[in-house]
């Protein structure tokens, strides 16, 4: 693929999802505007994501057809997956140090990243079925973490009763019977996999539902007038991903395992964060501002990112 065609073909793909993501957040906009869905409305619609959607769409993520052959880049992927984690988490806590009340927001929001509606469809569109395998590695230390330390930092509790609440949490749970069934090839009945389908397509319209229902209730345009929200962004966007692509590309990986790790790191912050933030009443105000900004501008980090990084990759 020539240098032309990858720039044209990632930048449609960003383009297309960050459209799609913006015209349900503007649906969940007007719902609370117009007293559709009000602000306890907003926490119980939260609550039925996090608590039913998330967890059932992380199962049928693993109801796919177990392949030995791409076991090798997978297992790299894992690897990966949780170096980029662990250099992000580290870095976040030295680049994002300032006492405010939003800090774990803040720090939350720059960790996790929308890999799940983000990703799928470009790194679909650009490495095929190969790599959206190898993003389910990721999208398992996602689930993992998020409901473990992200839940953890978010309340500001880090005792042992915490973690293993949040090990027994629905989400965390169905990553690991979703191993199970995946790594034991047992695939559910067409009538209850297509069922608990319908639920997991739930969750990006309402995750994007709600991410508007609480961006309705701060000004946007304030907020992107905030030069704090843009230092969040450029951790989050630039500097976090980065930081994690050159540690693992020292290890010499499989491109294709390397860039799509890559790809789902630098994606913009989670809807997860601002679902968190309402659930938790942890100034959703501000965690639906970083997802807004993030995703705005995702618009150019992400194709500079992705071509940068395949650059290097393949040019290593």
């Not at 999802?17 to 719902?31: N, T, V």
């Not at 190969?130 to 992200?150: D, M, P, Q, R, S």
């Not at 191993?179 to 997991?200: C, G, H, K």
Request: proline content about 4%.
């Amino acid at each position: 693929m020539s240098k032309e065609v990858f720039v044209m073909k990632t930048g449609m793909l960003i383009g297309n999802q960050i459209i799609i993501m913006f015209i349900i957040l503007l649906i969940g906009a007007f719902c609370y505007l117009k007293g559709i869905i009000t602000k306890d409305g907003t926490k119980q619609l939260s609550s039925v994501a996090l608590n039913i959607v998330n967890p059932v769409l992380i199962f049928m993520s693993y109801q796919s057809e177990y392949d030995k052959e791409l076991v090798h880049g997978l297992l790299w992927s894992f690897l990966l997956s949780a170096i980029s984690y662990a250099v992000t988490i580290l870095l976040t806590y030295v680049l994002i140090r300032k006492k405010t009340p939003d800090l774990a927001v803040e720090r939350v929001s720059s960790i996790y990243s929308n890999c799940a509606f983000m990703c799928i469809p470009l790194i679909n569109g650009i490495y095929g079925s190969e790599g959206v395998l190898y993003l389910t590695a990721y999208l398992t230390f996602f689930n993992l973490l998020i409901w473990t330390h992200g839940l953890m930092t978010m309340k500001g509790e880090r005792d042992f009763s915490s973690l293993i609440k949040a090990l027994l949490s629905p989400s965390v749970l169905s990553v690991f019977i979703g191993l199970i069934f995946y790594l034991t090839n047992i695939r559910l009945p067409s009538v209850p996999a297509s069922a608990l389908q319908y639920i997991a397509d739930m969750n990006t319209p309402m995750a994007m539902i709600i991410a508007g229902a609480t961006a309705a209730q701060t000004n946007v345009l304030k907020a992107l007038q905030n030069k704090r929200l843009y230092y969040v962004s450029l951790c989050k966007l630039i500097i976090l991903p980065a930081a994690a692509f050159f540690v693992t590309w020292l290890l010499s990986p499989p491109p294709v395992v390397l860039m799509t790790v890559t790809i789902a790191a630098a994606c913009p912050s989670a809807t997860m964060c601002t679902m968190f933030a309402v659930n938790l009443d942890k100034n959703p105000k501000t965690a639906s501002e970083i997802f807004t900004v993030t995703t705005i501008l995702s618009a150019v980090t992400l194709p500079l990112m992705t071509i940068f990084c395949d650059k290097l990759t393949y040019h290593m």
